[in-house]
């Protein structure tokens, strides 16, 4: 019989860590599946070719990563709210009558990381965001849903801060400004989702956006040493930090329950990972 086959797709893609957390998750409910890393061409409409082949050959789900999040929000036929709010998918379910259903995981699994690995309480908190780019648009939802009492969005291009800002304006008015604008006062919580993050070459930041009780999250992870971010936010005198490996692991669990309909118990995951 053949095993159900699900897979990340992206480019580049070897460095993806998710088929081994969904090695694992499987493992660990005791699910038979392959899950594989699937490099998509960087050429017109291959993501919809390499999609469809997958399909056809028993793909019953499939991730979807950099940089095809929001051209694949266009290959789904129905798709969730959250999906809907963020306008990029990073999950896709092929049901059994050959329809796809879309899914943004992000958001919920960078919440999760923060809220039940990390113990941070967002409610009433400062957010500063930096960065955005789709993984922003991704997230900004799941932490409004934790009402916190401000965000900020602060990106080397101002104009998208802004469009990201007005998009979410029923459900929050978003403060936001250039990068190089940005100044004090500190923040609660700040989250880097800029993709500078494993160059090396983090942008000069001003000082006094870190209190004593500031956490730091970067949405890019390294499991080998502290991200540039991180480097930063410790000189900056941050005492707790993480990178984004926990949300990683965390919307790679809800897409597993979007699939599998069982929950796996992410610290496990995250221990063996880490070690
Ligand atoms: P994206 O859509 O390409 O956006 C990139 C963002 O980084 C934009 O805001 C961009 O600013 C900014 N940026 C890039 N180079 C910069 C520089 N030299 N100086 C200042 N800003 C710079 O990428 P994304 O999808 O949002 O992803 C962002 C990062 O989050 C990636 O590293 C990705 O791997 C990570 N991520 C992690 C997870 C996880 O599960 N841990 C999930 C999603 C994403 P402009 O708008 O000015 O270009």
Not at 61 to 81: H, M, R
Request: a positive charge; one cysteine or more; proline letters at 4%.
């Amino acid at each position: 019989m053949n095993m159900n086959r699900y897979a990340v797709f992206g480019n580049p893609i070897a460095h993806s860590q998710s088929p081994l957390i969904h090695q694992l998750f499987a493992e660990q409910t005791h699910i038979s599946l392959t899950y594989e890393a699937i490099l998509v061409p960087l050429t017109l409409n291959e993501l919809s070719k390499t999609l469809d082949q997958f399909q056809k050959e028993n793909g019953k789900g499939a991730n979807i990563t950099l940089p095809f999040k929001q051209e694949a929000y266009f290959l789904v036929n129905t798709l969730s709210d959250r999906a809907i709010c963020a306008k990029a998918i990073n999950t896709i379910r092929f049901n059994l009558n050959g329809s796809r259903y879309g899914d943004n995981t992000d958001g919920i699994g960078l919440v999760r990381d923060l809220t039940l690995h990390q113990k941070q309480n967002l409610h009433n908190k400062t957010i500063l965001i930096l960065g955005a780019g789709g993984a922003v648009s991704g997230i900004l939802a799941a932490l409004i849903a934790e009402k916190p009492a401000k965000i900020l969005i602060a990106n080397r291009t101002a104009t998208k801060a802004k469009i990201l800002a007005n998009r979410f304006i029923d459900l929050m008015p978003i403060e936001y400004c250039a990068l190089e604008n940005l100044k004090k006062p500190s923040f609660d919580l700040i989250i880097n989702a800029m993709s500078v993050g494993l160059s090396g070459t983090m942008p000069v930041l001003p000082n006094g956006l870190i209190h004593a009780k500031t956490f730091c999250y970067d949405l890019v992870y390294d499991l080998s040493s502290l991200t540039p971010f991180l480097v930063w936010a410790k000189n900056q005198g941050a005492h707790s930090y993480c990178d984004g490996l926990g949300m990683l692991v965390e919307q790679a669990a809800e897409a597993f329950y979007l699939w599998h309909h069982i929950r796996p118990n992410t610290t496990k995951i995250l221990k063996i990972i880490k070690t």
